[in-house]
């Protein structure tokens, strides 16, 4: 089992000491070669708990009364945190939703790709900065050589997203967190980058894939999990029976208005 999530409680305490609980009972599964869709509209837990099994929430003010995540059979929650730095990016990589949140305004794009490359592998940095550059193609960021050199502020909301799913991918983790990973690319390259994401998962690797477009989830996911505020309420190892007849009210109501949207 590449990832095991049981009974994962989280909450947040303010500075006042007030408790906010954002999941709860959580139960998930992973396997090698999976792409698992955690669908649910804002607000439902699902970009929590995806953040949880790399430890990303900031902590305080994010805790974890109960349970464990389980990562090729280790818990991350109390793995400690050089250990779990090492991992990520190498043996864990995330999409991030918000690309100008997460690369450095300071830096040109190529440096940062060439800096985790770095990070993580032993190589000249001649053959990372190729490296960067191929990834940078792989995304659809037309003449990568000129784009590496810019700054990210200096690329639209779009291209910023595809070098966050470059960074995320060009070392071949074993799992892949893509939180809202297409949202801001048009059709074509987000077909594109749903192609490429595939490729990766299929050599032996596992995608936990957030989202609250069940386009999206259909093309990619092999399982899914529906979340409602902070619980889930209903999950399914057959995608295409699920968009048939999905058993929970919630879920029902999620591919009705799904549908409606592609009739409009």
Same mark, same amino acid.
């Given at each position: 089992?590449?990832?095991?999530?049981e009974d994962l409680d989280v909450s947040y305490r303010s500075d006042e000491g007030e408790?906010?609980?954002?999941?709860?009972? *959580?139960?998930?599964?992973?396997?090698?070669?999976?792409?698992?869709?955690? *669908?649910?509209?804002?607000?439902?837990? =699902?970009?929590?708990?995806?953040?949880?099994?790399?430890?990303?929430?900031?902590? @305080?003010?994010?805790?974890?009364?109960?349970?464990?995540?389980?990562?090729?059979?280790?818990d991350t929650l109390t793995m400690p945190l050089p250990e779990l730095r090492r991992m990520?990016? =190498?043996?864990?990589?995330?999409?991030?939703?918000?690309?100008?949140?997460?690369?450095?305004?300071?830096?040109?794009?190529?440096? +940062? #790709?060439?800096?985790?490359?770095?990070?993580?592998? =032993?190589? %000249?940095?001649?053959?990372?900065?190729?490296?960067?550059?191929?990834?940078?193609?792989?995304?659809?960021?037309?003449? %990568?050589?000129? $784009?590496?050199?810019?700054?990210?502020?200096? &690329?639209?909301?779009?291209?910023? +997203? $595809?070098?966050?799913?470059?960074?995320? #991918?060009?070392?071949? %983790?074993?799992?892949?967190?893509?939180?809202? @990973?297409?949202?801001?690319?048009?059709?074509?390259? +987000?077909?594109?980058?749903?192609?490429?994401?595939?490729? &990766?998962?299929?050599?032996?690797?596992?995608? &936990?894939?957030?989202?609250?477009?069940?386009?999206?989830?259909?093309?990619?996911?092999?399982?899914?999990?529906?979340? =409602?505020?902070? $619980?889930?309420?209903?999950?399914?190892?057959? @995608?295409?029976?699920?968009?048939?007849? @999905?058993a929970h009210p919630y879920s029902q109501n999620l591919v009705r208005e799904a549908k409606?949207?592609? #009739?409009?």
């Amino acid at each position: 089992m590449l990832l095991k999530i049981e009974d994962l409680d989280v909450s947040y305490r303010s500075d006042e000491g007030e408790v906010t609980a954002a999941a709860m009972d *959580v139960n998930l599964e992973l396997e090698r070669g999976q792409v698992l869709g955690i *669908v649910g509209e804002s607000g439902s837990g =699902k970009s929590t708990v995806a953040m949880s099994v790399a430890r990303l929430l900031p902590s @305080p003010p994010a805790f974890y009364p109960k349970g464990r995540i389980l990562f090729d059979g280790v818990d991350t929650l109390t793995m400690p945190l050089p250990e779990l730095r090492r991992m990520r990016g =190498k043996k864990i990589g995330v999409v991030f939703q918000d690309p100008m949140g997460s690369l450095s305004p300071l830096h040109r794009i190529g440096e +940062q #790709l060439v800096e985790t490359i770095l990070l993580h592998e =032993k190589m %000249p940095v001649r053959a990372a900065r190729e490296m960067a550059l191929e990834w940078l193609g792989k995304v659809g960021i037309p003449e %990568p050589a000129v $784009r590496a050199r810019a700054y990210p502020h200096e &690329l639209s909301g779009g291209m910023q +997203q $595809r070098v966050m799913i470059a960074m995320g #991918l060009m070392l071949g %983790p074993d799992l892949i967190i893509a939180d809202e @990973p297409t949202t801001a690319l048009d059709v074509t390259i +987000q077909a594109q980058v749903l192609r490429l994401m595939r490729d &990766l998962h299929q050599a032996n690797s596992g995608v &936990l894939l957030i989202t609250h477009d069940l386009g999206v989830v259909s093309q990619m996911a092999t399982r899914l999990a529906v979340m =409602k505020d902070g $619980r889930v309420v209903e999950t399914s190892d057959d @995608p295409a029976a699920f968009f048939a007849a @999905p058993a929970h009210p919630y879920s029902q109501n999620l591919v009705r208005e799904a549908k409606k949207m592609e #009739l409009e």
